[in-house]
């Protein structure tokens, strides 16, 4: 992951913005420790820090077109530019082997309306020279971060992490995905327009060999790296189908790798669920696997680092964000560059343990666009967040366009969980990859229960977090929460002491909106919550809180978490099912 910033119009060439811009990119430089890059032309600064997974010697940023009037600042991965090179863009010269040169190139041969040719993650900004005019753009589901903010100068900024906007910008907010921003027609406008979008229920049959034909390839282009790699490797069935795939195909080519085994890596409390069923994963596959500890306290003593990397107080993203911070720093001192990662197939297929309560195919449907459209708040933001900031890049198949396209066609009645047929969630994917012949997983391994990754490394870890805070916060203080945050209101304990952390690195009122809230329980939105009324007396964002459905449910002591403002917790649930 690099980390890419941007100001635009700020009426200042001095050499005193110069250096600050410098200073702000440094902000940035965990995320590109490989080079630092600006390109400075008139009152338009475009800098970049590099992690080189792609071409590592001659891809420096920013990157140009043949000529160099066109400059561009990409945090990605293009993953089909050797076919663009060899399409679009065969009458063009290259200055490198970077698969982000692309862009420079695609936007002269066809200006604004190039984006939706791009098969990749990313996040750029480009700055045409020749009218002085530039465009910021996100990919499709906002794997790859990106912020925008705006000076009181009249300047435009965009940034990786809202860390190099946060003194400078009157402003800003969270680009949202699938978006273009253009100074020539203005203002914000959405390039990616998928038919899942509008949330209308499709119809197509299910057909396995189309899935998992769709996420093999999904996989196998995402193994584009000059650098060593490897796979995040939980256990649960998204990760271990990434490892299985993955493996498959670097046995029969000669794509680059770390050594003569595939690399995987798996985090926990001592004892875990994940740690148990990632080394079963790891033993079938044959991989070189890399089994991580760390304990409570371990956790706890990084929280404050991993709020100020992964910039949100979200309870549930920083509950999983931890350990995925604390495994990074690991993976990343054995010289490893690249994760392949499981995000992204509970939102398409309705994995979380939640929708076992979903009324009907349509609901069902309707809550799966929803989460895929959050994405970016959420899992996407603490993968790419946690590893970046120790130099990191996560990439994540199930996020690729073709497949969710494939995926979210499908009539969700397929989808539905449904114990008389013999279909627990996730089913389709699953059933898509049991091959008696030859099989990708131990069938108990490609039929386990979800576990959402903060409850996987140790159910300890959550129940340990619950308890620092309850240590770090009175029961005052939480009776007081509406009048110290009056938005967005913490309504536990572990909420509190989040917030006040994040509210310490991040005071202004702009950084504390790009954080969603509002009632959940074992990750679901809050529309969801009106699925089962007993939900409302058990918000939660862990699995366990899907009571009767987890095989480890929180029991009777667990349901109300402490909380002195009586009805408070059900008044919210109320609220938002309309009912008061």
């Given at each position: 992951?690099c980390?890419?910033l941007a100001v635009l119009?700020?009426a200042d ?17 965990h ?10 032309f ?5 800098a ?14 920013p990157l140009?077109?043949g000529d ?14 050797k ?7 065969k009458?063009h ?5 970077s ?5 420079a190139h695609?936007?002269e041969?066809?200006g604004?309306?190039?984006?939706d040719?791009?098969d990749?993650m990313?996040?750029?900004v480009l700055?045409?020279?020749r009218?002085?005019s530039?465009i910021a753009?996100?990919?499709a ?7 925008i ?7 435009v900024?965009f940034a990786?992490?809202?860390?190099a ?15 273009i ?7 914000l406008?959405r ?9 209308l229920?499709?119809?197509t049959p299910?057909d396995?060999l189309?899935?998992r034909e769709?996420?093999e390839?999904?996989v196998?282009k ?9 796979v995040?490797l939980s256990g ?6 990434v490892?299985s ?17 595939l690399h995987?890596?798996c ?5 875990s669920?994940d ?15 890399h089994?991580l500890h ?6 706890i ?9 992964v910039?949100?107080?979200?309870v ?5 964000s ?5 495994m ?8 490893v560059?690249?994760?392949l ?5 509970d939102?398409i297929?309705g994995g ?5 309560k979903a ?6 449907h309707?809550?799966?666009?929803r ?10 933001l603490?993968?790419?967040k946690?590893?970046s900031a120790?130099?990191v890049?996560?990439?994540?198949p ?5 497949f ?5 066609s499908?009539?969700?009645e397929?989808k539905?969980?449904?114990p008389d ?12 990859f049991d091959?008696e ?6 069938k ?9 990754f ?7 870890w959550i ?6 805070a ?10 007081n929460?509406?009048?110290v945050f ?8 572990e909420?509190y002491?989040?917030?006040t952390?994040?509210?310490k690195f ?10 969603p809230g509002?009632p ?10 009106e699925?089962?009324?007993a939900?409302?007396q ?13 095989v ?7 349901k ?5 403002r009586p009805?408070?917790?059900?008044k919210?649930?109320e ?6």
């Amino acid at each position: 992951m690099c980390g890419i910033l941007a100001v635009l119009g700020c009426a200042d060439n001095s050499q005193a913005k110069r250096s600050r811009i410098i200073e702000l990119s440094r902000r940035l430089r965990h995320r590109g420790p490989d080079w630092s890059g600006l390109h400075c032309f008139e009152d338009c600064y475009v800098a970049h820090e590099r992690l080189a997974i792609v071409d590592p010697i001659s891809g420096d940023q920013p990157l140009y077109n043949g000529d160099k009037t066109i400059v561009v600042s990409v945090n990605g991965e293009i993953y089909n530019h050797k076919a663009l090179r060899e399409t679009f863009l065969k009458s063009h010269q290259f200055h490198t082997g970077s698969d982000c040169e692309v862009i420079a190139h695609l936007y002269e041969e066809q200006g604004e309306e190039f984006v939706d040719k791009l098969d990749g993650m990313f996040a750029f900004v480009l700055l045409d020279t020749r009218d002085k005019s530039y465009i910021a753009v996100r990919d499709a589901i906002g794997v790859n971060p990106l912020y925008i903010g705006w000076g009181i100068d009249g300047s435009v900024w965009f940034a990786s992490e809202m860390k190099a906007l946060i003194d400078d910008c009157e402003q800003f907010m969270c680009f949202p995905p699938g978006h273009i921003y253009s100074s020539k027609q203005g203002g914000l406008r959405r390039w990616y327009n998928p038919p899942w979008f509008s949330e209308l229920v499709p119809s197509t049959p299910y057909d396995p060999l189309l899935v998992r034909e769709t996420f093999e390839k999904a996989v196998i282009k995402r193994l584009m790296t000059d650098v060593p790699f490897g796979v995040l490797l939980s256990g649960g069935l998204d990760s271990s189908l990434v490892a299985s795939v993955a493996l498959r195909h670097l046995e029969k080519s000669e794509a680059a790798q770390w050594g003569s085994k595939l690399h995987t890596f798996c985090i926990g409390l001592k004892g875990s669920p994940d740690l148990k069923a990632g080394k079963e994963v790891a033993d079938y596959l044959g991989t070189r696997h890399h089994e991580l500890h760390f304990t409570v306290q371990d956790g706890i003593d990084a929280i404050e680092e991993v709020i100020y990397h992964v910039e949100t107080y979200d309870v549930t993203t920083i509950r999983a964000s931890t350990p995925m911070f604390l495994m990074s720093r690991k993976v990343k001192s054995l010289g490893v560059k690249m994760v392949l990662s499981g995000e992204g197939s509970d939102e398409i297929f309705g994995g979380y343990l939640y929708f076992h309560k979903a009324p009907n195919k349509k609901e069902f449907h309707e809550e799966t666009c929803r989460k895929i459209k959050a994405l970016h708040q959420y899992d996407c933001l603490r993968a790419n967040k946690s590893t970046s900031a120790w130099g990191v890049e996560a990439r994540v198949p199930f996020l690729d366009k073709e497949f969710i396209n494939v995926a979210m066609s499908i009539d969700p009645e397929w989808k539905m969980i449904r114990p008389d047929l013999g279909r627990i969630e996730k089913w389709v994917l699953r059933n898509a990859f049991d091959d008696e012949k030859n099989p990708y997983l131990p069938k108990h391994i490609l039929y386990r229960q979800k576990e959402q990754f903060s409850d996987g490394v140790g159910y300890s870890w959550i129940d340990g977090l619950k308890d620092h805070a309850n240590k770090q916060v009175s029961d005052t203080m939480l009776m007081n929460a509406s009048y110290v945050f009056p938005d967005n209101t913490p309504m536990t304990k572990e909420a509190y002491y989040y917030r006040t952390i994040f509210e310490k690195f991040f005071p202004k009122s702009a950084a504390r909106a790009t954080v969603p809230g509002g009632p959940s329980v074992a990750c679901s939105t809050a529309k969801a919550v009106e699925w089962d009324a007993a939900w409302s007396q058990n918000l939660d964002p862990s699995g366990r809180a899907a009571l009767g459905v987890h095989v480890a449910a929180y029991g009777e002591e667990d349901k109300a978490e402490e909380d002195p403002r009586p009805g408070k917790v059900q008044k919210l649930a109320e609220k938002t099912a309309g009912i008061v």
